[in-house]
């Protein structure tokens, strides 16, 4: 399986990854979210890619282990890579964003779409979201809905079903 993260979003969703970044500046951000990163690689056979904006700025090599690190370059943006790398891998792997149009992007590619505080909490050991939540519905009241209204929708089963690959369950 591939894991497609934007890296910045992901950053800037979590506390612990947004206080790095804060202290030490974009390098230390993308550095903290890369270790992570790179300990489920450890644990997992699974790919991952980081898609960051920009360049690569000065510093280390950022690319540990199994962990492809990518920088767009201008005019295109982290989001633009992530929509393409997600049509070209396609069906079974995920999206890390919490940006609607990438999420949308990758459901179409029939990847799951992973939210960044569920994909931390994963990686943490913990999960935020678990089997059975959803949230509120946007949907029109006066509209029958059909189906078991206890079963999540595909694509909730499928983010589902990577982040516990991803934890281990």
């Avoid at 970044?21 to 993308?30: C, I, M, N, T």
């Avoid at 790179?38 to 090599?61: E, I, K, L, N, Y």
Wanted: net charge negative.
């Amino acid at each position: 399986m591939r894991w497609l993260i934007d890296g910045y979003n992901v950053i800037r969703r979590d506390a612990d990854l947004r206080a790095a970044e804060e202290g030490g500046g974009l390098h230390a951000g993308r550095a903290a979210l890369l270790r992570l990163v790179a300990g489920a690689a450890r644990r997992h056979s699974d790919h991952f890619t980081v898609v960051f904006d920009g360049a690569p700025g000065v510093g280390p090599a950022e690319s540990p282990g199994q962990v492809e690190v990518i920088f767009s370059r201008p005019p295109e943006k982290a989001d633009d890579v992530l929509m393409r790398l997600a049509r070209q891998s396609g069906d079974g792997d995920a999206v890390v964003s919490d940006d609607r149009t990438v999420a949308d992007a990758a459901r179409r590619a029939r990847c799951a779409a992973i939210s960044a505080a569920d994909f931390v909490g994963a990686l943490s050991g913990g999960g935020a979201a678990e089997d059975g939540e959803a949230d509120e519905d946007d949907e029109d009241v006066d509209q029958p809905k059909r189906g078991n209204p206890r079963r999540l929708s595909k694509d909730a089963r499928a983010a589902q079903r990577a982040l516990r690959r991803l934890r281990g369950r």
